[in-house]
């Protein structure tokens, strides 16, 4: 039993010499997948275009809800004709009448504005997704060409957060192995004069219309 147990202790031993010489002969570099997301003229460019569609979205739904306003006004004022006692029973009938299919238009619009902000919304988080998902891929594409360059086995990405979000996966680099600014280069070497402007919006934000 003890011979048995020394061989257990001396393979364990072993194999752990075996991880940490494959660790070291392992070249790893870090790369801030958010920074670099961040500082892609792509992304400004998208950011632009959802922020001038969500806008373009709020203008038409400004003018559903000013439509919407004056039709309530209406309502309001063949109430008032409705219940008006001055007025002949044949009046005050087709007044009845009136607001009945006011309610019912207004039913209609408040249908149609509930509709848009519901397809506004689905659409211009479908194409922020979109959007996103092709440049990250753009961006992997970057690193990984970068990493092969260079010999790395393995990239980590120092952005990137646990599974409990208490910490960040890699809690320390150096930064002597560290691609993003590299990278970042690489991304932006065809971006168009003006596009990298700091003023620009950098990041896509919640982009539904509000009620």
């Given amino acids: 039993m003890k011979k048995l147990m020394q061989i257990c202790l001396l393979s364990a ?7 940490a010489a494959s660790a070291a002969e392992q070249k790893i570099a870090t790369f801030n997948l958010q920074k670099a997301f961040d500082s892609y003229y792509k992304t400004r460019q998208s950011t632009l275009t959802l922020h001038q569609d969500r806008d373009e979205a709020l203008k038409q739904r400004d003018q559903m809800v000013e439509s919407f306003k004056k039709h309530d006004q209406e309502r309001l004022k063949l109430i008032e004709t409705a219940n008006d006692q001055s007025l002949s029973p044949a009046q005050r009938d087709r007044s009845k009448k009136d607001l009945d299919d006011k309610v019912a238009q207004m039913k209609f619009e408040q249908q149609n504005l509930n509709s848009f902000d519901d397809v506004t919304a689905s659409r211009l988080m479908e194409r ?5 998902d092709n440049i990250v891929q753009e961006i992997r594409g970057v690193v990984s060409a970068r990493a092969k360059a260079a010999g790395y086995s393995l990239v980590l990405d120092s952005s990137g957060e646990s599974a409990n979000n208490m910490a960040l996966v890699v809690l320390y680099s150096s930064g002597l192995d560290d691609l ?5 280069k ?3 070497a ?3 004069p003006g596009s990298l402007d700091t003023n620009s919006p950098s990041r896509a934000n919640a982009l539904t219309p509000q009620k």
Avoid at 13 to 19: E, F, Q, R, V
Wanted: charged fraction near 20%.
């Fill in 13 to 19: 031993s072993l194999a752990g010499c075996a991880i």
């Fill in 128 to 132: 922020r997704k979109r959007n996103t």
């Fill in 180 to 184: 993003t600014d590299a990278v970042i």
């Fill in 186 to 188: 690489d991304l932006n």
């Fill in 190 to 192: 065809a971006a168009p």
